[in-house]
């Protein structure tokens, strides 16, 4: 781009006003998905049946939502390391490390994979099932609170437009 091409192109009106840029809907999704995940993990925090240790960790942000993503995609009855990447969008290396660490906390542990004896699979431990209920309780806390907080009906509407967005319909 040519110095005065820059310059006109900085020029634009259509430039000029920047507050598209903190104003997107991918933004706000962003903040708002963040947003949501930050008061689960403080819910969390402060559940009776998660275990003490968790609840320290969770209290001082040491649990990220990124671990979240190990609860949100292992399966009940376990499953594989490159499954479980797959489902929560990670490469499979980041989401060995976030299981290595949860492992370390005993939410989940590795097994021999029933099917394929050369292959291992994750599963959650009694400790990491009461974490999952109290995840259960806080995203149910959590949706209740944007609930209150925007109105039952734009609640609706946005958790049916999110639910169509992700699956892909409307031609985008």
């Known amino acids: 781009m040519s110095e ?8 634009s009106p259509a430039l000029q006003d920047e507050r598209w840029r903190q104003t997107h809907l991918g933004r706000l999704l962003g903040h708002a998905m963040r ?21 320290n960790l969770a209290s001082r942000d040491q649990i990220s939502a990124a671990h979240v993503h190990i609860t949100r995609h292992l399966a009940l009855d376990g499953s594989r390391l490159t499954d479980l ?9 980041a989401m060995g490390d976030l299981v290595d660490q949860c492992a370390a906390w005993g939410l989940v542990q590795r097994e021999p994979d029933p099917l394929d004896a ?16 109290a995840f259960k309780e806080a995203v149910a806390q ?4 944007f609930r209150t907080e925007v ?22």
């Open 35 to 55: 947003r949501f995940d930050e008061r689960v993990l403080h819910l969390m925090a402060g559940n009776e049946g998660v275990p003490l240790a968790l609840a």
């Open 85 to 93: 990447a797959r489902a929560a969008g990670m490469s499979k290396q």
């Open 118 to 133: 050369r292959a291992r699979r994750v599963v959650f431990t009694p400790v990491g099932l009461a974490w999952l209920q």
């Open 151 to 172: 109105g039952k009906d734009v609640a609706t509407v946005v958790a049916l437009g999110l639910e169509v967005y992700a699956a892909g319909a409307g031609g985008g």
């Open 142 to 145: 959590a949706e209740a609170e």
């Open 4 to 11: 005065n091409s820059h310059s006109n192109a900085l020029s």
